[in-house]
Structure formats: structure tokens, C-alpha cells
């Protein structure tokens, strides 16, 4: 396994978690890194993104202003901080490492993939 997620859980609406998103046996410090999501019987879809060096983001709308994404390259890992969490924010979640430096909406900029952590969220 090279990225693995983790964080996930069942939370109430408006609650937070932070999703956090590890690799192993090789570096991304290189790469950007993206979180996508996928519900029950929806196709996975961008959430957030950034850069080599986090000096650019991208979000998806549904989530501007309540998720954040960051990394710490010394740790060789990336967060999703989720707060106001909605029950339309229900689903797997998954990192991914880019082909290149910058971050991507598009899935197929992205070569490697985590294995998923589920988010749950409440009414």
C-alpha cells in the first residue's frame, strides 16, 4: 500500500473531522495531492486538491469554505479538515497523488490511489 486514509467515521451534521492521508515506501512531496469522494450509486467526484508546496488549492463548490486541505511533507502526508459537515457530504473518501506538481479536478491526472476511509454523516 503507498497512501492510506484514515480519519473517517460517523459524525453529526455540523460536526468536523479531519481525514489525514499517509504514504508509504515512496515519497509525494513532488506530487500534488488530491481528495475525491464517492456516495452509493454516485460516481467519484473532486473535492480539494493542492500543490507540491500548498501554494495553490482547489476546491470543489459544494465544499468551498467548509473543507480545507493541506500537507505536512515531512510526514509525507496530506489532511482534509471537513468542518460543517453536511449529510450530502456522506461517502468514501480517497487521496491521490498527481502525475505532476499541482493539483487536478480531473481524475485522470492522478496515478495513485488510497484505499478509501468512509464518512458517515447524521441528521
Known amino acids: 500500500v503507498q497512501l492510506q486514509a484514515s480519519g473517517g467515521g460517523l459524525v453529526q451534521a455540523g460536526g468536523s473531522l479531519r481525514l489525514s492521508c499517509t504514504a508509504s515506501?515512496?515519497?509525494?512531496?513532488?506530487?500534488?495531492m488530491g481528495w475525491f469522494r464517492q456516495a452509493p450509486g454516485k460516481e467519484r467526484e473532486f473535492v480539494a486538491a493542492t500543490s507540491w508546496n500548498a501554494g495553490s488549492t482547489l476546491y470543489a463548490d459544494s465544499v468551498k469554505g467548509r473543507f480545507t486541505i493541506s500537507r505536512d511533507n515531512a510526514k509525507n502526508t496530506v489532511y482534509l479538515q471537513m468542518n460543517s459537515l453536511k449529510p450530502e457530504d456522506t461517502a468514501v473518501y480517497y487521496c491521490a497523488a498527481a502525475r505532476f506538481a499541482v493539483g487536478s479536478y480531473s481524475m485522470a491526472q492522478y496515478n495513485y490511489w488510497g484505499q478509501g476511509t468512509q464518512v458517515t454523516v447524521s441528521s
Open positions: 515506501r515512496r515519497t509525494f512531496s513532488n506530487n500534488g
